[in-house]
C-alpha cells in the first residue's frame, strides 16, 4: 500500500457536533481527494486538491470543507455533522493528473 | 459530467469460471480506463489499467479490453477463485481530465461460487 494514513479510523459522534478527519501520505503525491462511500452509491467526490492552498469541490460538497496547509495533510470537517453523513469516508491520493489514485484504510463515521 | 455505467450490478459464478464486467462512459476524449477491485472491509485497490492506445491488456487471469467506438471497456477473469469474490469498480477519468480525478462506477459484487 501507498504510505498513506487516515485518522481516526472509527468515530461515533453525535448530531451537531464539529468533526475533522485526517488524512497523511509519504509519497509527495500532488493530488488528494476525500470520497464516501455509501451502499448502492459507489464511491463519490467529496472535495478535491491539487497543491497546497489549492482545492476545489466535487459532487457531494454540502455540508463539507477542507483545508491542505502542507503537501503531507488533507483534512475533511464536518462543521454539524448530521445522520445523512453516516459513511465510510476514504481519502486517496495521486501523482498524476486525472490517474491512478491509492486509497486510505478509510474511516467509518457514525452520526447519531 | 461523465456518465458510468456497470453491468452487472451482481455476478455470481461457479469457481473456475470465467466472469466479464463492463463498463461504459461518456467521454470521449477518456484516454486512461483503470479497474480497481475492494475485498469487504477494505480499501479500494488498482488491479488492473489500459491506456486507449491499446485495445487489450492481460495480467495472468485478468484482462481488460477496450472498445473506444463504442465507449466501453471490460474486466475479464478467468479461472475465477474465492479470493476473486469482492466489489469491482471501473473509473474512467472525468469528462475533462481534469484534476478532479476519475468517475468510479457504482461498482459490481462479483461472488464466487463454490
Known amino acids: 500500500d501507498a504510505g498513506i494514513t487516515q485518522s481516526p479510523r472509527h468515530k461515533v459522534t453525535e448530531t451537531g457536533t464539529p468533526v475533522t478527519l485526517r488524512c497523511h501520505q509519504t509519497?509527495?503525491?500532488?493530488?488528494m481527494y476525500w470520497y464516501r462511500q455509501d451502499p448502492g452509491h459507489g464511491l463519490r467526490l467529496i472535495h478535491y486538491?491539487?497543491?497546497?492552498?489549492?482545492?476545489d469541490k466535487g459532487e457531494v460538497s454540502d455540508g463539507y470543507s477542507v483545508s491542505r496547509s502542507k503537501t503531507e495533510d488533507f483534512l475533511l470537517t464536518l462543521e454539524s455533522a448530521t445522520s445523512s453523513q453516516t459513511s465510510v469516508y476514504f481519502c486517496?491520493?495521486?501523482?498524476?493528473?486525472?490517474?491512478?489514485?491509492?486509497f486510505g484504510p478509510g474511516t467509518r463515521l457514525t452520526v447519531t | 459530467g461523465e456518465n458510468v455505467e456497470q453491468h452487472p450490478s451482481t455476478l455470481s459464478v461457479q469457481e473456475g469460471d470465467s466472469a466479464v464486467i463492463k463498463c461504459t462512459y461518456s467521454?470521449?476524449?477518456?484516454?486512461?480506463f483503470p479497474w480497481y477491485k475492494q475485498e469487504l472491509g477494505k480499501r479500494p485497490q488498482l488491479i488492473i489499467d489500459?491506456?486507449?492506445?491499446?485495445g487489450e491488456k492481460k495480467d495472468q487471469r485478468i484482462a481488460v479490453t477496450l472498445n473506444k467506438t463504442a465507449k466501453h471497456f471490460s474486466l475479464h477473469i478467468t479461472e475465477t477463485q474465492p479470493e476473486d469474490s469482492a466489489v469491482y469498480f471501473c473509473?474512467?477519468?472525468?469528462?475533462?481530465?481534469?484534476?478532479?480525478?476519475?468517475?468510479f462506477g457504482k461498482g459490481t459484487h462479483l461472488i464466487i461460487q463454490p
Open positions: 486517496a491520493i495521486s501523482g498524476t493528473l486525472a490517474g491512478v489514485q491509492y
Open positions: 509519497e509527495n503525491h500532488r493530488y
Open positions: 486538491s491539487y497543491g497546497v492552498k489549492d482545492t
Open positions: 467521454d470521449s476524449a477518456s484516454n486512461y
Open positions: 489500459i491506456r486507449s492506445n491499446v
Open positions: 473509473a474512467p477519468p472525468k469528462e475533462g481530465g481534469g484534476a478532479d480525478g476519475l468517475t
